[in-house]
């Protein structure tokens, strides 16, 4: 079996985008893209006797797609996404099960859970009392009194 050129930049072009897979850095797809094209251009008869040219064209459209790749990676991480676990709590509103003291811990009670809880401004919190979720600190919810 003969290796045709096209054949070649295609092959490329596939291990370029599953070394993307394990790199995630938006480089490699810009290559795989850069190849793929550069793999079906191949297959014109004026592209395809010309090694230079095809590199050429790889060069080019790798350029090209590393910069519409770094547009959009700029895009998809400038938005983090919404909070996730425990840092979720944080602006929720919760009832105070067990009384929080001054400068102590109690208990809250929200979404179905009890969390520890310190009151922000080291005032005392009586039971049933609602309150804002302000911070988390290890495995304590840090809380103030709601309006």
């Given at each position: 079996?003969?290796?045709?050129?096209w054949h070649i930049w295609?092959?490329?072009?596939?291990?370029?985008?599953?070394?993307?897979?394990?790199?995630?850095?938006?480089?490699?797809?810009?290559?795989?893209?850069?190849?793929?094209?550069?793999?079906?251009?191949?297959?014109?008869?004026?592209?395809?006797?010309?090694?230079?040219?095809?590199?050429?064209?790889?060069?080019?459209?790798?350029?090209?797609?590393?910069?519409?790749?770094?547009?959009?990676?700029?895009?998809?991480?400038?938005?983090?996404?919404?909070?996730?676990?425990?840092?979720?709590?944080?602006?929720?509103?919760?009832?105070?099960?067990?009384?929080?003291?001054?400068?102590?811990?109690?208990?809250?009670?929200?979404?179905?859970?009890?969390?520890?809880?310190?009151?922000?401004?080291?005032?005392h919190i009586d039971i049933?009392?609602?309150?804002?979720?302000?911070?988390?600190?290890?495995?304590?919810?840090?809380?103030?009194?709601?309006?």
């Amino acid at each position: 079996m003969v290796l045709l050129a096209w054949h070649i930049w295609m092959i490329l072009g596939i291990i370029f985008i599953i070394i993307e897979i394990f790199d995630p850095a938006f480089f490699f797809v810009s290559l795989g893209i850069g190849a793929i094209v550069t793999g079906l251009l191949a297959l014109l008869p004026f592209v395809q006797n010309s090694v230079l040219l095809q590199i050429f064209l790889f060069a080019i459209f790798s350029f090209i797609a590393f910069l519409f790749m770094r547009k959009l990676g700029k895009k998809v991480l400038a938005h983090p996404g919404e909070e996730t676990n425990v840092y979720a709590l944080k602006g929720k509103i919760a009832h105070v099960s067990v009384a929080i003291p001054a400068e102590s811990k109690g208990y809250v009670k929200v979404g179905g859970e009890e969390w520890v809880a310190v009151a922000e401004d080291n005032m005392h919190i009586d039971i049933g009392e609602k309150v804002l979720i302000t911070g988390i600190d290890g495995n304590k919810l840090i809380v103030k009194k709601s309006n």
